[in-house]
């Protein structure tokens, strides 16, 4: 695979022809709306195993890749300089709920790394997670960016410039040193040249570059087959792999997908999401990555096509899946919590 | 058009035809995601002035379809026997952001007739302005069914029932006179049989029954060319669009995109969203309605492309979109409020 897949977007795209439909969301006996993604499952090597629709696309990783985004964390020396926990790497991957561990956690590891919330620059935003809005709105705070579901993340950031002795402010721009790192191990470990791809600003503040959807699917396989990878990669790999596998909750958290799949399924996967509907996996035994994204970025639509793929692998068991219904199939409930309807695979979905 | 329409999704959905993409957003140098959609722009007698892709395809009109459930209030009598203000007929039409207006003026009108926000049976839910959020969650209370964003519609269902001696309890089911006149009102005035139409609960309890969208088109038209009309229903449809033009802010509220662009537009357009991306419009100048769905149930995609249905009837003119700019293409910002993007009509949009 190759940047060359970027230039075969444009003939596609003007050929009119649609990504496959996945995910349905049914109401009473009727499909109500619909979702289309494509989905590349890739070996470390590049192999494709699944292309289903357009996997040249070039995708932002957004928060799907902050497995990717940890490496220089580790590989610097940062995270043995400053005792950084399998917790706190689990957080630096984490799109968290702001829940009181996730933001204690945070706020402990910038404490100890000579920071505080000021030296984060994500921004605010109230968590994603009801009661916690409840708990903050009532003692009269504002949420500070220890609440922002990337605040982890920006501490990985933070302790990697530290560990450098490179300037904190202004970590989150292109140019910093932090993000040329990430820059560097995003393309070699997706291997793809990147000088001219697509770029923009993520919700955090930080750069977003576009990957093409199966090289996307390629990195997240060498998360998990590190034959290939320089010595220092794979061992950062493997511990990034092995904290998301052990701290689950700090992943996301209370009611999240990507939470209750690596609780329920165990030490087979590791899986991220992203805004605008865009999902990776790292299949431990399988040593396969899988990339999706939704044409139309609805996270309910990534989430269920990222389940049935694992069910289609088989990395989610027929009898793991009976467990994991109402998770792989959810209900869409009224306001009075009757059911009205399910998101779930389509019924033409080609996996 | 008849609901023969109806038969033709099939051989539609079986052929992978997709309804053409309407609405992009944007991050940066590159596209992210991408919204399609059918849009369907009629007179009162049916004719198809527009019709972007499958506008046969039967869809549940949802919250968009208020101004005809709201006929029967009229129609009745209820509305005169209980001296139902003109604000109060836009709250029937509404989904109200919950705000303290909304609120109030719901409950005052449920006394009036004699009941209370116990015999709602929408269910509650948080308010849809942050504001309002934050002052129920401080005051420690709950939100009750008066802060549905329905709480209008219902309660104009239970003046109906009160007026002609029914039952209130139960008033949501499919079997209550209630829905039973709102489904004859439904059928009559989209022009289509819906005794075998797909079925299903909507997200505050009621029925939702799925209309070909052209006929929801045709159905918003007469809302506004109401010559062909029984003469009660067409003094019925002039009292709601009125009132709707009247009081954008109750239909919607604070930040809406209908209750900005009534405001802003004045009174050639009423207009409702409804769940799953669903919207419709009543024009009043050129007699024509317009109802479309975005495939995947997106609202942001639903509110941009009707804008852009809008300025391509002539109905907001250039020196209003020029005004209405951060509505018709809002920005994406990120969560230190610098812009990353925007939602905007696509670059290949049949409108």
């Known amino acids: 695979m190759s940047n060359s897949h970027t230039e075969s977007r444009s003939a596609s795209a003007a050929s009119g022809s649609a990504n496959p439909l996945v995910v349905e969301v049914t109401r009473g006996s009727m499909v109500e709306s619909r979702h289309r993604a494509a989905v590349a499952v890739v070996d ?5 195993v699944h292309g289903w629709g357009d996997i040249a696309q070039p995708v932002y990783g957004r928060s799907a890749i902050k497995p990717l985004q940890a490496l220089p964390l580790i590989e610097s020396g940062a995270a043995d300089r400053y005792n950084v926990s399998v917790a706190e790497i689990a957080l630096a991957c984490a799109s968290h709920n702001g829940e009181p561990r996730h933001v204690e956690l945070v706020r402990a590891w910038l404490k100890r790394i000579g920071c505080s919330v000021e030296d984060l620059e994500c921004g605010g ?3 994603y997670h009801d009661a916690s809005v409840e708990a903050l709105i009532r003692s009269g705070s504002k949420p500070t960016a220890l609440f922002n579901n990337c605040s982890g993340k920006h501490t990985g950031f933070l302790s990697t410039a530290r560990h450098l002795g490179e300037a904190t402010r202004g970590y989150i721009n292109l140019e910093h040193p932090v993000q040329q790192r990430i820059l560097g191990a995003l393309e070699q470990i997706c291997g793809v040249d990147l000088s001219d791809a697509a770029r ?6 930080i750069p977003v570059i576009a990957v093409p959807l199966g090289n996307m699917a390629m990195g997240m396989a ?3 087959d590190t034959a290939k990878l320089p010595a220092a990669r794979a061992a950062a790999a493997k511990r990034i792999v092995e904290a998301m596998a052990q701290e689950p909750f700090l992943v996301a958290g209370t009611d999240r997908f990507c939470t209750q799949i690596m609780n329920d399924i165990g030490r087979k996967v590791v899986l991220k999401t992203g805004a605008e509907g865009v999902y990776t996996a790292s299949l431990r035994e399988l040593g396969l990555g899988v990339a999706l994204k939704v044409d139309d970025g609805a996270g309910r639509g990534a989430e269920i096509a990222m389940g049935q793929v694992l069910r289609h692998l088989g990395v989610i ?6 467990k994991l219904g109402d998770i792989l199939t959810p209900p869409v409930r009224n306001r009075v919590g009757r059911e009205t309807g399910r998101v779930k695979p389509s019924a033409g979905s080609p996996f």
């Open 44 to 48: 470390a090597d590049g192999k494709v």
């Open 125 to 127: 935003h109230m968590p």
């Open 200 to 205: 923009g600003i993520d919700g955090c503040g």
């Open 222 to 224: 060498r998360l998990v």
């Open 317 to 322: 068991a027929p009898e793991e899946a009976g």
